[in-house]
């Protein structure tokens, strides 16, 4: 297996995505929705998991935790407007819950309405507390290491948590991916035109999914706000569409991943935005990273794939 992390993009995903959740907006239980439209994907359950899937809500947004089987909930366009491009959309959140609504179902809507067919990818994730209490003193902890005995006025930087094994999130990904080809013509999908955009960790999952799936072809992937560190690009990669903040805490000044998908002689094109920070999903008011998904449709159509197939 080819090595995913040169500069530690995914090691800086898991250690910060965490901490900038946690530093504001209060948590609040949610009932779990019905999802009438999520279909099982049979990847089995998650090792060492003594809690049920749980949902709350931050920010306003919708947000499950303790995921232990994986769904995928199609959102296809209306009668006569389909193009047959098909996109699996990853949600973000530290592979420790998923923001559902906002970097999930509000995508997946917007896509259908530019005859894309969309379909949200509800992966298992790492345990979290069972309480809703105990998770969100865990969301709380402090993450600041202690200073330096020889030098109190100096923090030290704490190290990089391991790499977390990623086996189930590859496999959930990878039935996605099958789930759609079978039901290609069902659903009006070009099986030679099936994308992949996440965003945070989903955009780590989709990367992953690039760089060490064996039965996955994508025709085009979009890492959304996700590690910006170099990578080893295969030589079948797809076309990439990539978006970040200067004032996100994974950009960090690196375009690591943007010079390896260059220097391999693959289709780029990399948004750095001012503004936005990290998680604004499809935008916030006032910031210039608001029109992000404005030039990704507009990528789409330049590549063709908004064209009727």
Same mark, same amino acid.
């Given at each position: 297996?080819?090595?995913?992390?040169?500069?530690?993009? /995914?090691?800086?995903?898991?250690?910060?995505?965490?901490?900038?959740?946690?530093?504001?907006? $209060?948590?609040? *239980?949610?009932?779990? *929705?019905?999802?009438?439209?999520?279909?099982?994907?049979?990847?089995?359950?998650?090792?060492?998991?003594?809690?049920?899937? %749980?949902?709350?809500?931050?920010?306003?947004?919708?947000?499950?935790?303790?995921? $232990?089987?994986?769904?995928?909930?199609?959102?296809?366009?209306?009668?006569?407007?389909?193009? =047959?491009?098909?996109?699996?959309?990853?949600?973000?959140?530290?592979?420790?819950?998923?923001?559902?609504?906002?970097? +999930?179902?509000?995508?997946?809507?917007?896509?259908?309405?530019?005859?894309?067919?969309?379909?949200?990818?509800?992966?298992? /994730?790492?345990? %979290?507390?069972?309480?809703?209490?105990?998770?969100?003193?865990?969301?709380?902890?402090?993450?600041?290491?202690?200073?330096?005995?020889?030098?109190?006025?100096?923090? #030290?930087?704490?190290?990089?948590?391991?790499?977390?094994?990623?086996?189930?999130?590859?496999?959930?990904?990878?039935?996605?991916?099958?789930?759609?080809?079978?039901?290609?013509?069902?659903?009006?999908?070009?099986?030679?035109?099936? +994308?992949?955009?996440?965003?945070?960790? +989903?955009?780590?999952?989709?990367?992953?999914?690039?760089?060490?799936?064996?039965?996955?072809?994508?025709?085009?992937?979009?890492?959304?706000?996700?590690?910006? =560190? &170099? #990578?080893?690009?295969?030589?079948? &990669?797809?076309?990439?569409?990539?978006?970040?903040? %200067?004032?996100?805490?994974?950009?960090?000044?690196? $375009?690591?991943?943007?010079?390896?998908?260059?220097?391999?002689?693959?289709?780029?094109?990399?948004?750095?935005?001012?503004?936005?920070?990290?998680?604004?999903?499809?935008?916030?008011?006032?910031?210039?990273?608001?029109?992000?998904?404005?030039?990704?449709?507009?990528?789409?159509? #330049?590549?063709?794939?908004?064209?009727?197939?």
């Amino acid at each position: 297996m080819k090595k995913l992390i040169k500069s530690g993009f /995914l090691l800086l995903l898991l250690s910060f995505s965490v901490q900038t959740f946690a530093q504001d907006g $209060t948590i609040h *239980p949610l009932e779990a *929705p019905a999802e009438p439209r999520a279909i099982l994907l049979g990847t089995g359950g998650v090792e060492n998991q003594p809690a049920s899937e %749980t949902w709350f809500k931050q920010w306003g947004d919708p947000m499950a935790r303790n995921i $232990t089987t994986a769904t995928l909930t199609p959102f296809l366009p209306e009668p006569g407007t389909a193009n =047959g491009t098909a996109v699996i959309v990853a949600p973000g959140g530290g592979f420790s819950w998923l923001s559902m609504g906002n970097e +999930g179902w509000e995508v997946a809507e917007a896509l259908a309405k530019q005859g894309i067919a969309a379909f949200v990818l509800k992966y298992r /994730l790492n345990p %979290t507390p069972e309480s809703l209490e105990d998770f969100t003193a865990w969301m709380n902890r402090p993450r600041t290491a202690p200073t330096s005995s020889s030098d109190s006025s100096k923090s #030290v930087t704490p190290p990089p948590p391991p790499q977390r094994n990623l086996s189930n999130q590859l496999e959930d990904a990878e039935a996605a991916y099958a789930m759609i080809l079978d039901r290609a013509k069902e659903w009006g999908v070009d099986p030679s035109r099936i +994308g992949m955009i996440g965003f945070s960790a +989903g955009a780590g999952l989709t990367m992953h999914s690039t760089l060490h799936s064996k039965t996955m072809k994508l025709a085009f992937i979009g890492p959304i706000y996700g590690g910006m =560190g &170099a #990578v080893e690009v295969p030589e079948n &990669a797809p076309p990439m569409f990539n978006v970040i903040a %200067t004032d996100d805490f994974l950009f960090l000044g690196q $375009t690591g991943v943007i010079e390896s998908w260059y220097k391999a002689g693959k289709p780029v094109e990399f948004h750095l935005y001012q503004n936005g920070g990290h998680g604004f999903g499809l935008g916030n008011p006032n910031r210039t990273s608001n029109r992000w998904f404005d030039a990704f449709i507009y990528w789409l159509e #330049v590549n063709k794939f908004l064209e009727a197939s």
